[in-house]
C-alpha cells in the first residue's frame, strides 16, 4: 500500500493518473468522476493515514455492507416494488418511445388528411350550394331531363315533326351551355335516339310506301343531315332495293306462274321506284342530276341484269305458254323505256334460246316415244274411206290418212303440238337451226323404221307386211311433207326475202331440207312413195299454211287427231286471239321482230 501511495504521488506529481487503474478496469473507471476524486483525495493523505488507510476502508466496506444488508432486509419489499416499477418504467419508457417515432412518421400523412379534409369540405360546401340552385331550378331541370324520354316517344309513334324540334331545340342549348355536363348528357341522348329515328325512317323505306310517304320520309332524312345528298340518293335506292328483293320472293307452284308473278312485281315496283327517285331528287344542280342519273341508271341496271338471270334460269324450265311470257316482257320493256331503259333487244337471245330448247324437247321426245312404242303396238289399220276422208279433210292441217295408224297417230299429234307452240313465239334467227334439228329428227325416224324393219321382217305375215309397208309409205309420201310444209308454214320464204327482217339468210330453211336425203332409208320398202317425193305439189304449203293457222287457234288442236276433233275447228276459231293474251302486250312475232329493229 506504501509502494502503493509512494508510486501515486510520484503520478500526481507528473499529473497522470490514469496509470494507476487495473488493467481490466481501466476502461470502465476512466471516466467515472469518482474514482479520480478519490485518487486526488488519497494523494492528500499523510503518512500514518495511508497505514490506516487499508483498515478504514476494510471497516467501511464492512459497516456499508452491513448497513446495505440490514437495509436490504428491512426494505426488501420496496427493492422489489421499485425493481418492478424500474421495469415497468423502462418498458413504457421503450414503447413511448416507439410511437413517438410511428407518430413522427404519420404526421405527415395526418398533414395531407387535413388538406384533403379542408378540400372536401369546401367541395361538399360547393356541391351543397349547386343543390340549393338546383332545389330552386327543380321545374326547368325536370323539363330538360325530360326531353330524350319524350322525343324516344314521338319517335315510337312516328311524331317525326317533333322529334326534329326537340334535337333543334338541344342542339341550341348544346351550343349555348356547352361547358354544363348535363346539357351534354341530354345532348349525347338526344343523338342516341336521332340514330334511332334515322334507322326507323330507313326501315320505312324498305317497306311498302306510296310517293307522298317518301317524299316525307326524305324530308325528315334531309333534316337529320346525317347524309350528304349523294349518299342519300345512294340510301334511298338501297333501302327500296331491300323491299324490291323481298317482293321478289315468290313462291309459285310451277315456272309459268313464277315468272309471270316476277314480271308483274318487277315491273310495277321498278316503275315505282324510278317515279319515286325521280320526283324526290329533281331538284338540284346539273353536276347533282348528273351523277343522280348515273346511280339511279346503275341500280337499274343492276335490277335488270339479275332480272335477266332469272328469265335465263326460269325459261328453260318452262313447257308451254313461251308466248305470254314474251308478251309480258316486252310489255316490261315498254314500260321501262319511259324512263329510258328499255331492255327489250337484250330478250332476244334468251326467247331464241328457250325457243329452240322447247320445240327440240317436244320433237326429240315425239321420235323417242314413237321408237320406242313400235315394237309394242299392232300393226292395224282402221283404213278409213276415201269419202270420209275427202269429206273431212277441207282446210285441215293433215290428211286425216294418218289416222290409219296409230303409232303415226300419236306422232303427228305431238309434232303438230310443238309447231303449234312455235308458231307463237317463232324467232327468225331460229330458222336454221331449226330446220336442221326437223330434218335430223325426221331422218332419224326414218333410219328407225327401217332398222325396225329389218329386224322384225322375218316375224311378219302377210298382213303384219302390208300394214307396216303402209305404215312407211304414208310416213315417206304424208307425213314427212307435211312436217315440212308445217315448218315452211311458221317460215315462210317471203319473210326472208324482204330486207325488213333481223334474219342473216336469204331463204327460208324449209327450203334446204331435202325429202329424198330424209326417206332414203326406207327406198327398199316403200319405193313408189320415195320416187313421188321428187314431184313437188305446189298446193302442199298454202295448204299447211292455213291448217296451221287453223291448228294453233282451234280448241282441240293439241288433242289426238280424230275426224271429230278436226271437224270442230271452224274458221271462226281461226280469227278469235289466242286466250289471255291483249293485242298490245303480246304482238305477233313479225311484229316483235319489227320493233325490235327500230
Not at 467501511?60 to 432486509?73: K, R, V
Not at 322525343?151 to 309513334?157: A, E, G, L, R
Not at 330458222?431 to 321382217?457: C, F, I, M, T, V
Request: glycine share 4%.
Amino acid at each position: 500500500f506504501f509502494l502503493s501511495c509512494t508510486s501515486c504521488c510520484s503520478l500526481m506529481e507528473d499529473g497522470d493518473l490514469s496509470e494507476l487503474l487495473p488493467e481490466d478496469k481501466a476502461a470502465e473507471w476512466k471516466e467515472d468522476p469518482e474514482v479520480f476524486a478519490f485518487l486526488s483525495e488519497l494523494t492528500s493523505w499523510n503518512m500514518e493515514q495511508l497505514k490506516s488507510g487499508p483498515e478504514e476502508l476494510a471497516r467501511e466496506l464492512q459497516n456499508i455492507e452491513s448497513a446495505t444488508e440490514t437495509l436490504a432486509f428491512r426494505n426488501y419489499k420496496a427493492f422489489i416494488r421499485t425493481a418492478h416499477c424500474s421495469r415497468d418504467i423502462f418498458k413504457d419508457f421503450v414503447t413511448i418511445e416507439e410511437n413517438v417515432d410511428s407518430l413522427l412518421q404519420k404526421l405527415p400523412e395526418l398533414s395531407t388528411a387535413c388538406s384533403t379534409f379542408l378540400t372536401q369540405a369546401q367541395s361538399i360546401n360547393q356541391r351543397r350550394h349547386l343543390n340549393s340552385v338546383t332545389l330552386a331550378n327543380h321545374t326547368q331541370l325536370l323539363e330538360l331531363l325530360e326531353i330524350p324520354q319524350l322525343m324516344d316517344t314521338c319517335i315510337k309513334n312516328k311524331y317525326f315533326d317533333e322529334a326534329l324540334q326537340l334535337r333543334s331545340h338541344v342542339n341550341r342549348l348544346q351550343k349555348r351551355h356547352s361547358d354544363i355536363p348535363l346539357i351534354q348528357g341530354i345532348a349525347n341522348e338526344v343523338e342516341i335516339y336521332t340514330r334511332q329515328m334515322l334507322l326507323s325512317l330507313l326501315q320505312q323505306l324498305r317497306s311498302d310506301v306510296q310517293l307522298t310517304d317518301c317524299l316525307r320520309i326524305v324530308g325528315h332524312l334531309r333534316s337529320l343531315a346525317a347524309f350528304s345528298e349523294n349518299e342519300l340518293r345512294i340510301q334511298f335506292l338501297l333501302a327500296r332495293d331491300s323491299w324490291l328483293q323481298r317482293e321478289l320472293h315468290i313462291t309459285a307452284p310451277d315456272p309459268h306462274q313464277h315468272i309471270t308473278k316476277v314480271i308483274d312485281v318487277s315491273r310495277v315496283q321498278l316503275f315505282n321506284i324510278i317515279t319515286q327517285y325521280k320526283a324526290i331528287f329533281a331538284t338540284g344542280s346539273e353536276a347533282d342530276k348528273e351523277h343522280s342519273g348515273g346511280v339511279l341508271y346503275s341500280w337499274v341496271l343492276r335490277q335488270v341484269g339479275n332480272f335477266m338471270k332469272m328469265l335465263e334460269h326460269s325459261l328453260p324450265l318452262l313447257e308451254d305458254r313461251l308466248s305470254a311470257v314474251l308478251g309480258q316482257c316486252m310489255h316490261f320493256g315498254l314500260s321501262l323505256g319511259r324512263h329510258g331503259v328499255d331492255f327489250r333487244p337484250l330478250l332476244r337471245p334468251l326467247f331464241e334460246k328457250a325457243a329452240e330448247n322447247l320445240f327440240t324437247q317436244r320433237i326429240r321426245a315425239a321420235a323417242r316415244v314413237f321408237i320406242k312404242e313400235l315394237p309394242r303396238l299392232p300393226l292395224t289399220s282402221s283404213n278409213l274411206s276415201a269419202d270420209s276422208a275427202n269429206s273431212k279433210s277441207s282446210g285441215v292441217l293433215v290428211p286425216l290418212s294418218l289416222m290409219n295408224h296409230a303409232p303415226m297417230a300419236a306422232l303427228t299429234n305431238a309434232f303438230v303440238t310443238a309447231f303449234n307452240e312455235l308458231r307463237e313465239c317463232a324467232p327468225l334467227a331460229s330458222a336454221a337451226p331449226l330446220g336442221r334439228l326437223l330434218r335430223a329428227e325426221l331422218r332419224g325416224l326414218a333410219d328407225g323404221l327401217q332398222l325396225y324393219h329389218s329386224n322384225s321382217k322375218h316375224a311378219f305375215d302377210q298382213r303384219e307386211a302390208a300394214v307396216f309397208g303402209s305404215l312407211c309409205n304414208q310416213f315417206c309420201s304424208v307425213f314427212v311433207p307435211c312436217m315440212v310444209n308445217c315448218f315452211r308454214a311458221i317460215y315462210p320464204a317471203q319473210v326472208f326475202h324482204s330486207g325488213a327482217t333481223l334474219a342473216s339468210q336469204s331463204r327460208s330453211p324449209a327450203d334446204d331440207i331435202e325429202l329424198l336425203h330424209i326417206v332414203e332409208p326406207l327406198g327398199a320398202i316403200c319405193p313408189l312413195a320415195v320416187k313421188s317425193l321428187s314431184r313437188p305439189n305446189p298446193n302442199s304449203a298454202l295448204l299447211a299454211a292455213n291448217a296451221v293457222s287453223q291448228s294453233s287457234e282451234a280448241p282441240g288442236a293439241a288433242d289426238p287427231i280424230t275426224p271429230e276433233t278436226q271437224s270442230d275447228s271452224t274458221p271462226a276459231a281461226a280469227e278469235e286471239p289466242p286466250e289471255q293474251q291483249p293485242p298490245e302486250q303480246q304482238p305477233p312475232p313479225q311484229e316483235d321482230q319489227q320493233q325490235q329493229q327500230q
